[in-house]
């Protein structure tokens, strides 16, 4: 597939479209890598978007920066919507803390973007999801919430001092071992996302700064 290579450009629950000519072509510089125009998407891309546009208003960001490797793309979208929207004993609400928790450590724009703002909307509590992402240890959270926050910064920081005695201490506050097994993986996955976007020079949606406040 051909792109267009004069137009660089960079997915939450919610977004709305840039001031452009139209709700496709990025306003400003959102990734360091091509955005093809939406002539040459894929299909399967032209079919996402339009979901994106019945739902949201138009597509997203997350969309336009990955979508001129379209087979990577949905194939990650695959796994990342499992494991953060799929069956699990962890809240919608617990994995979006995690997402934005770890983004915080890792400062990536998009993603704390992005899950911020999806965070405000679960909670309906938009100063606890700010605190959350300025710092969780002092935000008044429960000491089973913060056990998983604590374990999510553990992966992301020095995942090779991870022990047994963690699993432990996570049990002790009432996870399963499944729930225990969604919190590594959410992290993990919040990890990957925020490293391709931190190489890429992803930006997220404008209107996602102030959603939800």
Not at 29 to 38: A, D, G, K, M, N
Request: hydrophobic share 35%; with cysteine; aromatic share 6%.
């Amino acid at each position: 597939m051909t792109v267009d290579r004069s137009t660089n450009g960079a997915m939450p629950a919610a977004s709305a479209p840039d001031a452009t000519l139209d709700d496709w072509t990025p306003s400003e510089r959102i990734s360091w890598f091509p955005i093809p125009t939406e002539e040459e998407l894929d299909p399967r891309v032209q079919e996402l978007i339009s979901r994106q546009r019945e739902k949201l208003g138009a597509p997203s960001n997350v969309v336009r920066v990955h979508s001129w490797r379209p087979e990577l793309m949905l194939r990650w979208l695959e796994l990342y919507d499992h494991i953060t929207r799929g069956p699990s004993g962890l809240s919608r609400a617990e994995r979006e803390m995690i997402a934005v928790v770890v983004s915080s450590e890792n400062g990536c724009m998009l993603c704390q973007t992005n899950h911020g703002a999806d965070l405000r909307r679960l909670t309906k509590d938009p100063i606890l999801a700010d605190r959350v992402a300025l710092d969780y240890r002092r935000a008044g959270l429960d000491p089973r919430t913060r056990a998983m926050l604590d374990y999510a910064v553990k992966i992301t920081r020095t995942p090779v001092e991870c022990d047994e005695a963690d699993i432990e201490t996570l049990r002790g506050h009432g996870f399963t071992d499944e729930d225990i097994y969604d919190i590594i993986n959410t992290a993990a996955i919040y990890n990957f996302n925020n490293r391709v976007s931190n190489a890429a020079g992803f930006l997220p949606d404008r209107a996602n700064h102030g959603l939800y406040r």
